[in-house]
């Protein structure tokens, strides 16, 4: 069974690494926002903003936050890991800063976006249980084949994981 999953990220310096991603067809994810649908959906207020997420997650079991060097602490990869959560969704991370962009640059490693949520009322940072995976390799195409070859069971694992939280 093909999972459904939504794909969260940092659109402006990611959106090429996070296209790989998505053709690797092993996830059915949401539709991807064109510049201008994204365009539309930001010059509304917030309220369409979280529409527009809450109408993209419908019918997903787990979201995959693709990371890049600046993903962390970004007000809506933030709302949108709390609401998956909330929600009972899988959650996992997936570093992309090494897959090249479509200059053929790679990035710097961001932080873990899972710092900067809290567990509940513990204490405790969700990237206490929720999982944020760097994928090996020495090159682009390396990092590459890692995701391809893992991302389907990071999925199976954050959802079991988010079922046992």
């Known amino acids: 069974m093909v999972r459904r999953v939504f794909y969260s990220f940092h659109y402006k310096p990611d959106v090429m690494r996070v296209?790989?991603?998505?053709?690797?067809?092993?996830?059915?994810?949401?539709?991807?926002?064109?510049?201008?649908?994204?365009?539309?959906?930001?010059?509304?207020?917030?309220?369409?903003?979280?529409?527009?997420?809450?109408?993209?997650?419908?019918?997903?079991?787990?979201?995959?936050?693709?990371?890049?060097?600046?993903?962390?602490?970004?007000?809506?990869?933030?709302?949108?890991i709390i609401k998956s959560w909330d929600e009972g969704m899988g959650v996992v991370g997936v570093r992309i800063h090494g897959l090249k962009n479509i200059e053929g640059y790679i990035a710097?490693?961001?932080?873990?976006?899972?710092?900067?949520?809290?567990?509940?009322?513990?204490?405790?940072?969700?990237?206490?249980?929720?999982?944020?995976?760097?994928p090996v390799g020495t090159n682009s195409k390396d990092r590459y084949s890692w995701i391809a070859r893992h991302l389907e069971n990071a999925v199976e694992e954050a959802i079991k994981i988010r079922s046992e939280n």
């Open 19 to 80: 296209s790989q991603v998505r053709n690797i067809g092993a996830l059915e994810a949401n539709r991807p926002a064109t510049d201008n649908d994204w365009e539309t959906v930001t010059s509304g207020k917030d309220s369409a903003i979280k529409r527009w997420i809450t109408q993209q997650m419908k019918g997903r079991s787990c979201t995959v936050v693709l990371v890049g060097e600046d993903t962390a602490d970004r007000k809506w990869i933030n709302h949108e």
């Open 108 to 134: 710097n490693k961001g932080e873990n976006p899972f710092d900067y949520i809290g567990y509940g009322n513990t204490g405790e940072k969700l990237s206490c249980i929720v999982k944020c995976y760097n």
